[in-house]
Nanobody, 118 residues
Framework: VQLQASGGGLVQAGGSLRLSCQAS????????MGWYRQAPGKERHVVAA???????NYADVVVGRFTVSSDNDKGTVYLQMNGLKPEDTAVYYC?????????????WGQGTLVTVSS
């Protein structure tokens, strides 16, 4: 499975962006997908996740502002980000976990940079 993230860019505080992550390869094996982010000089943290069945989880700092969704048939996961804040500035990575895996995630995309100006 390969992952290609896109949709990052520069946006003013309060604005919105929609990230996309396209999976290719054996997409039928994917059981869950997620978004992580890593700000400069900081560790990578989970932002949101969604299972094949549609269950979602969010980091507390993005609840009410970000929405994760997916199209299982297309192997695509989206992250709609509204009400962006300067502290949301980071490289955003998508990840995927195949069925049967005991890892958090096995596959990672290359990351897309989101910059929020104040």
């Amino acid at each position: 499975v390969q992952l290609q993230a896109s949709g990052g860019g520069l946006v003013q505080a309060g604005g919105s962006l929609r990230l996309s992550c396209q999976a290719s390869g054996d997409i039928s094996s994917i059981n869950a997908m997620g978004w992580y982010r890593q700000a400069p000089g900081k560790e990578r943290h989970v932002v949101a996740a969604i299972t094949r069945g549609g269950n979602t989880n969010y980091a507390d700092v993005v609840v009410g502002r970000f929405t994760v969704s997916s199209d299982n048939d297309k192997g695509t996961v989206y992250l709609q980000m509204n009400g962006l804040k300067p502290e949301d500035t980071a490289v955003y990575y998508c990840a995927a976990r195949p069925s049967g895996s005991t890892n958090q995630y096995d596959y990672w995309g290359q990351g897309t940079l989101v910059t929020v100006s104040s």
